[in-house]
């Protein structure tokens, strides 16, 4: 699935319906990033080694208390760039494949939750894809000394049809 960085998170047939979150979450919007493939063309660029560290500690599910996966599937998406099926090292729990999960990152400040496959690590590793500064930023400001549950946030969604 191709999903333009930024833009919400489409589903169903024709992509007919997006998701917001009700009016009494503290977040508004559900923005996708890193949704590529082979037939559209990205930013790439370095980014900081320190913030790539970050978003392979979430997504090996470190520290304790945060989780930022949803929709978990039972088999593994391989690349839609080049095919590979990606593992990485976890320092915890050994090697986790990628390909798998959704991720779930949270700006409190923008009011925003960004969603991006759990491939986006190796994206940004492998291709060098460089995401938003927008997703940067949340990325570098998520406090995970605060619990966070992307599961449970995801009760907090609507579905919005034109
Ligand atoms: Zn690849």
Redo the contacts with the bound molecule.
């Keep these: 699935m191709y999903s333009e960085d930024l833009s919400p998170l489409r589903r169903g047939t024709d992509n007919k319906y997006w998701y917001e979150f009700a009016d009494d979450c503290e977040f508004e919007k559900l923005l996708t990033i890193g949704w590529l493939d082979s037939n559209h063309s990205f930013p790439v660029g370095p980014i900081d080694n320190a913030l790539v560290k970050k978003l392979r500690d979430l997504i090996c599910c470190i520290p304790k208390g945060i989780n930022v996966h949803v929709a978990r599937i039972r088999g593994q998406h391989p690349?839609n760039?080049?095919k590979?099926y990606?593992k990485i090292r976890c320092k915890i729990g050994g090697m986790r494949h990628l390909g798998c999960t959704e991720l779930r990152i949270p700006s409190r400040e923008q009011k925003i939750v960004f969603t991006s496959p759990d491939m986006i690590l190796?994206y940004i590793e492998?291709?060098s894809y460089l995401p938003p500064d927008e997703f940067l930023e949340a990325l570098r400001n998520f406090d995970t000394s605060q619990p966070f549950n992307a599961v449970e946030l995801g009760k907090k969604l609507i579905k919005r049809s034109e």
């Design positions: 690349c760039l080049c590979a990606p190796h492998e291709h």
